[in-house]
């Protein structure tokens, strides 16, 4: 062997500088793609949050600054009957609309997931609730519930001849509650549905060729293999549902504003009724501060409900 090719060749490659190596370095490609987003999410969701939250323990209103005043806001919505009727009905209006959301929007996502003639175009049509802007929808359901021009009125009244006088939906208030939930669950099913059939479409056919082949009916397919293998996207869809409509606000402001005799009101809705209308910064953000339990327990029970799913889960397959 001769001595130059015993010895190494140099390598003619320019090492690179410490800008290239810093780019390379992962953490610091976290931190740049993550500030632009974390910048947004100071300025637009923490600053009005944290200012939200300060200005619940002062008595600011409009044209005046205010001074800390504690926990008086909050002692005197635990008096104000208006205040625990916007409770109650928030969480009657969160509960019911959620239901008939997932029970409709489920059995919509069901009959999308199966094969038929101009599918994708029915999906599509199925989002057009959704899409349509919250404040077109609130519009057309006033028009729906109007106590004169209302098209349900008028088919009971001049076409199928059951009753003999208008339908008043927003007069009264349980009628005004239970309309604001059917235009709510109108307008949510598609979310709902779309959600879970995404989900549906993860599902491995064959499991359900299987179950065919034992001889398991539809009912138990659908409890034993769709159910169980939906609960991670059941839960984190029925979280995000619940956020939407415990907070609200469009739909109910356009449609009623909260009446009549202040029975709509939501607590986002008293909330912007009572701090912005009314001019009580202060008493407006105790309102929307005290929504903020509420949130967090549905998140939390969703959280800890897929938790205890997934544990399980993997308990039975040890």
Excluded at 135 to 163: C, E, G, K, N, T
Excluded at 183 to 209: D, H, K
């Amino acid at each position: 062997m001769s001595l130059t090719t015993a010895l190494p060749r140099r390598s003619n490659q320019v090492q690179p500088g410490w800008l290239t190596r810093l780019f390379d370095a992962k953490p610091f490609l976290i931190v740049i793609c993550l500030t632009p987003a974390i910048g947004l999410l100071l300025v637009f969701l923490t600053y009005p949050l944290g200012l939200g939250i300060w200005l619940a323990f002062t008595d600011t209103t409009v044209g005046h600054r205010g001074v800390f005043v504690g926990l008086e806001n909050f002692q005197y919505l635990l008096s104000d009957s208006i205040w625990w009727n916007a409770v109650f009905y928030s969480i009657f209006y969160t509960a019911v609309a959620t239901f008939g959301k997932f029970a409709l929007g489920f059995w919509l996502a069901l009959l999308l997931n199966n094969h038929f003639p101009f599918k994708s175009i029915l999906r599509a049509i199925v989002l057009l609730p959704w899409i349509v802007p919250t404040v077109l929808s609130a519009l057309a359901f006033w028009w729906i519930y109007d106590p004169q021009f209302s098209i349900i009125s008028y088919l009971l009244v001049d076409v199928l001849h059951v009753r003999t006088s208008n339908i008043d939906f927003l007069g009264t208030p349980w009628p005004a509650r239970f309309s604001l939930i059917a235009a709510n669950i109108w307008r949510g099913i598609p979310f709902v549905a779309i959600s879970l059939l995404a989900g549906l479409q993860t599902i491995s056919p064959s499991l359900y060729e299987a179950a065919m082949l034992d001889g398991a009916s539809a009912w138990h397919r659908f409890r034993y293999i769709t159910l169980p293998m939906m609960m991670p996207i059941l839960a984190i869809v029925m979280t995000f549902s619940i956020i939407f409509t415990f907070t609200d606000f469009q739909l109910v402001y356009a449609i009623t504003r909260g009446g009549p005799v202040n029975s709509t009101h939501l607590l986002a809705t008293l909330a912007f009724q009572r701090g912005i209308a009314g001019g009580e910064l202060g008493e407006g953000a105790a309102i929307a501060v005290s929504m903020v339990p509420f949130l967090v327990f549905a998140t939390l029970f969703s959280y800890f409900g897929l938790a205890r799913r997934k544990w399980q889960q993997g308990a039975s397959n040890d």
